[in-house]
């Protein structure tokens, strides 16, 4: 399964994965989907969102056990994010018939779309939309880069985007979401562990500054004369760095758009993207209300106007400790307990379902990188691992 989909999306000259949501490299990768489920003999079906299930049992009966991931990626990003929790599943359900499990609740395997966020800037738009975390208006003013819009895209890959919505009869029929992914630090590489347990999720967000100047010409302009937005965006770069070392946090500028965007032009507009994360509420206020001080004070020294707009926000999620504890009592006590900084489609579905993480060891710690590792040991470690869980989910 892994050679088959690694070609997939894959960028020849970065060697990493350009998998964005309802491009044709998306497609593949849901097509490679449908024959897995089918390949195994599963009920396979797409929701209204777009996401994909795979179904042993018949869903009607409720109370389910799901389990799965997602299959799109950030620009250039790793084979393992999002992809091996979706391999480990099929392998989890392979391993599970050999054991002959007789299962006593359906189980489903899903593949969330969209949840990345890289092409409309928006993480968990699949699971979002089916939690009612993200209404239909705002799902239909989502737009790329080149200006076309979310329902745009699903329509163009053949999905009607006029069925999105909340399914929250679909939520009812589920008992359980455990999710396996591979661990977006070092944690695990440092304990010695190969599995582990995911505890929280810190609260996180995205907000929109946009630097507003006047363009002009680069190589007559006066410096005293000009409004460049560029200088106010890279002292509030240096500012976010800052604001994060004292609180203990991270924070991160890492998409930029400038206009007009010539070599020999002073910008109009820098527009730059904070990505801010922490372990409390608390140490993330202080974060972003430091950063769009710092921002501010910068901007007005150098005659730019700001605009600061929150884009999306995460606040911390605490998996259900029954859930968790169940887990544990499957896996061992020694099993390591740890948080997360990174956001995932069982942060999204814990309001309304349980929802329980696993984690595989990442010897690098790298993530969203093509550098992104994890052994075929500690792999294979992952899948018994999931198997057990769920062979005590939805076989007692």
Not at 84 to 96: K, Q
Not at 176 to 195: W, Y
Not at 291 to 306: F, I, M, N
Not at 311 to 318: A, D, L, Q, R, W
């Amino acid at each position: 399964m892994w050679n088959d989909l690694a070609p997939i999306g894959r960028d020849a000259r970065s060697k990493g994965y350009r998998r964005y949501a309802w491009t044709p490299a998306d497609t593949e990768c849901r097509a490679w989907f449908r024959e897995q489920a089918e390949r195994r003999g599963l009920t396979y079906e797409v929701d209204r969102n777009g996401n994909q299930w795979a179904w042993l049992g018949d869903p009607r009966q409720g109370d389910a056990v799901v389990t799965g991931s997602h299959l799109d990626s950030v620009p250039d990003g790793g084979a393992f994010d999002g992809p091996l929790g979706v391999v480990s599943s099929f392998a989890a359900v392979d391993e599970l018939r050999a054991r002959q499990a007789q299962f006593t609740r359906p189980l489903a395997i899903v593949n969330f779309g969209d949840e990345e966020g890289a092409r409309f800037g928006l993480a968990c738009v699949g699971s979002r939309l089916t939690a009612g975390q993200l209404t239909v208006e705002a799902a239909h003013r989502l737009a790329d880069a080149d200006g076309r819009t979310l329902p745009q895209a699903m329509e163009r890959a053949g999905h009607d985007p006029e069925a999105i919505g909340p399914d929250p009869e679909r939520l009812a029929r589920i008992g359980a979401f455990v999710e396996l992914h591979v661990e977006q630090g070092r944690a695990l590489d440092l304990s010695g562990d190969r599995i582990g347990i995911a505890s929280a999720i810190w609260p996180h967000g995205r907000w929109r500054f946009d630097f507003r100047g006047e363009a002009n010409h680069a190589g007559t302009t006066r410096l005293v004369d000009r409004r460049d937005p560029m200088l106010p965006y890279a002292e509030t770069v240096l500012a976010a760095r800052r604001e994060a070392q004292l609180a203990g946090a991270v924070a991160t500028f890492g998409k930029i758009a400038v206009e007009p965007n010539g070599v020999n032009a002073i910008p109009s507009l820098v527009r730059g993207w904070l990505d801010s994360r922490a372990a409390d509420q608390s140490a993330l206020d202080t974060v972003v209300t430091g950063v769009e001080k710092a921002a501010r004070d910068h901007a007005e020294r150098h005659g730019v106007d700001l605009d600061v707009v929150r884009e999306s926000f995460t606040p911390v999620i605490e998996f259900g400790h029954a859930l968790r504890d169940e887990l544990t009592g499957i896996l061992g006590p020694d099993i390591p307990v740890l948080g997360t900084g990174a956001g995932h489609d069982a942060g999204i579905l814990s309001e309304r379902i349980p929802t329980a993480m696993l984690f595989v060891r990442n010897p690098t710690g790298v993530s969203h990188s093509p550098a992104e590792f994890a052994a075929e040991d500690d792999c294979l470690a992952g899948v018994r691992a999931l198997a057990d869980v769920l062979e005590d989910l939805a076989c007692r």
